[in-house]
């Protein structure tokens, strides 16, 4: 198969994507409970919803700011295994804080003094989980796989990652307001299962020479993204992708208070939003692999995102048609989908979602495809850099709209506007590659 699913049953594989499953499912279960829980049961102020949305992604996104080049030379230097192990470890520690945060809220007990405070604390140093994982799920490909199926393993990563932040939310929705305790005891249990299974990641050294790490955060930061961004491929790849990721943080911020004020729907609802998101990315990264057969190319990533920007702006016009005849009381799953225009807004999301997965997907297999085995936790590295600072920009952006008093169903324009963007950065990266194969083959002649 294209899709190469055949790496699932080898041990090179399956134990980090297993991994990585738990690690996207924990993430995204505590996350999502916890903003619909604030979201729903706490706040009241569409504007002060928005902003606590926006605050929490911008938490959630700042450790790959401050932290990815310290995680991208720790990756290079150190065994990759070795540290997702530990940070893993790490995992149940943070996850005990978060639980707390949501024991204390679910039973009203300092609720925004202290139970908030400890949400967030938790969703920070998640980020700050993901930050060091982030480097070396990508970059322990090319360590692992032959050459052929570095494309693919990519794709079920991606695909993988979907899968899970689609369970997630799933179990989310249902349980952020009237279960938060079993959240609490399954964010806890998952941990500890997702530290077990990474324990049988086999040993993957460092490729290159050991050098001295530089642990000044700021000169460190600002050396691995100029080395890394003089390959042109290199360079256009991570800022595609820091586009597509700024406006899947300003959909994901927009989500919930947009389904709760404007389409008028329960948390499970604002949670299915979430999971149609999830099962496009999903549909979208096998596909595309499909449609490369398995080569690395940026070749329909132009079209794939203006496909993109089309779908949001379907996705706004049958918004604003909804607003026009709004419910009076919040829908449940049902009452929303027997709702008249629920199947074209999801179709709407669906469609969103597919183009951006066949957008992403080979983007990141240029990371570690055009680099040295060496230097390919810290290419991640600096793509997280410049990613992170791209969406806690579209976060800010979002927070700031949100209190000017923009209405949220018209920030999804400014989705669409960085469509177009992404779509012309998508276009160079296409010439950079086609320009790299032309003195490859000069080469070779």
């Not at 806890?188 to 020479?209: D, H, K």
Request: net charge positive; charged share 10%.
């Amino acid at each position: 198969m294209l899709t190469s699913t055949h790496l699932l049953r080898t041990r090179r594989f399956l134990p980090l994507f297993v991994t990585q499953l738990f690690n996207a499912f924990n993430d995204n279960l505590y996350k999502t409970t916890m903003v619909l829980f604030v979201v729903y049961a706490v706040y009241s102020d569409p504007a002060t919803e928005a902003s606590f949305s926006g605050l929490a992604s911008g938490l959630f996104i700042l450790p790959f700011f401050l932290l990815s080049a310290l995680a991208g030379q720790l990756a290079d230097m150190r065994d990759k295994a070795k540290i997702i192990r530990t940070v893993k470890a790490c995992e149940i520690g943070l996850m005990i804080i978060g639980a707390s945060g949501l024991y204390l809220a679910y039973n009203g007990i300092m609720v925004h003094t202290v139970a908030i405070p400890l949400l967030l604390l938790a969703l920070f140093l998640t980020g700050v989980q993901s930050t060091f994982l982030g480097p070396i799920k990508y970059a322990i490909l090319p360590q692992h796989l032959k050459k052929d199926e570095v494309l693919a393993g990519t794709g079920l990563v991606e695909a993988g990652t979907y899968v899970a932040i689609l369970a997630g939310t799933i179990l989310a929705g249902p349980i952020a307001v009237d279960y938060t305790g079993w959240a609490a005891i399954g964010i806890i249990v998952t941990a500890c299962i997702g530290y077990l299974v990474s324990r049988q990641v086999p040993s993957a050294p460092p490729m290159g020479e050991i050098e001295k790490l530089d642990w000044h955060i700021l000169r460190a930061s600002v050396k691995l993204v100029r080395d890394t961004m003089h390959n042109k491929e290199v360079y256009y790849a991570i800022l595609a992708i820091s586009f597509f990721w700024t406006i899947g943080a300003v959909l994901f911020i927009q989500f919930p208070p947009l389904a709760k004020n404007t389409i008028m729907a329960s948390p499970e609802v604002a949670s299915l939003f979430l999971v149609v998101f999830s099962i496009g990315v999903a549909i979208g990264s096998v596909a595309v692999n499909a449609l490369l057969k398995g080569r690395v190319s940026a070749r329909y990533s132009p079209v794939s995102v203006i496909v993109m920007g089309l779908f949001v702006v379907a996705f706004y016009v049958v918004a604003k048609m909804w607003q026009a005849d709004q419910p009076e009381t919040l829908l449940s799953v049902s009452e929303f989908i027997a709702w008249p225009m629920a199947a074209i807004l999801l179709l709407c999301l669906l469609g969103i979602s597919i183009a951006g997965g066949m957008f992403v997907v080979p983007l990141y297999a240029f990371l570690t495809t055009r680099v040295s085995p060496d230097r390919a936790s810290r290419t991640i590295a600096a793509n997280n850099i410049v990613n992170s600072g791209a969406m806690v920009a579209g976060s800010l952006a979002a927070m700031a709209l949100s209190a000017a008093g923009v209405p949220i169903t018209e920030q999804v324009l400014l989705c669409a506007a960085m469509c177009l963007f992404s779509a012309w950065l998508g276009k160079r990266l296409v010439a950079a590659e086609n320009a790299a194969a032309e003195v490859a083959a000069a080469a070779g002649a």
